[in-house]
């Protein structure tokens, strides 16, 4: 199998806007490139996806960052917060089983 090819951002772009032009086909400007139609359709796609990022300014993917990273953490905060009860919950059904004996559950109708 042979190396696979990288191509530059920049040659990419300029591939992405000539199919987006429309003055050429997909299959024309793949078969002149030597690239594969599929791929070009995956380039322009995520051209496409990505697009908004040519408006948004270095303050909007710092804020963007910083959502992210606050996220994160209260995530972090709220798997802390769910290992915490559950040891305690674990914790109560063990003293639960030793103070009221087995079979408490039904005997006092607790429905888990």
């Known amino acids: 199998m ?9 040659y990419k772009s300029k591939i992405v806007i000539e199919v987006l032009e ?6 024309e400007i793949a078969a002149r490139e030597e690239l594969n139609e599929n791929m070009l359709k995956n380039w322009k796609k995520e ?12 303050k909007d993917e710092r804020e963007a960052k910083k959502a992210q990273a606050a996220a ?7 798997q802390k917060t769910i290992g915490q ?5 674990n914790w109560l059904k063990k003293k639960s089983d ?3 004996g087995p079979g ?7 429905i888990e």
């Open 98 to 100: 030793e103070m009221l």
């Open 2 to 10: 042979g190396k696979r090819n990288t191509y530059s951002p920049e």
């Open 47 to 58: 051209f496409i996806e990505k697009s908004y990022r040519a408006f948004s300014t270095a």
């Open 22 to 27: 429309g003055e050429k086909t997909i299959s």
């Open 104 to 110: 408490w559950q039904e005997k006092y109708g607790y």
């Open 72 to 78: 994160k953490a209260k995530e972090e905060e709220y």
């Open 85 to 89: 009860l559950t040891v305690q919950v």
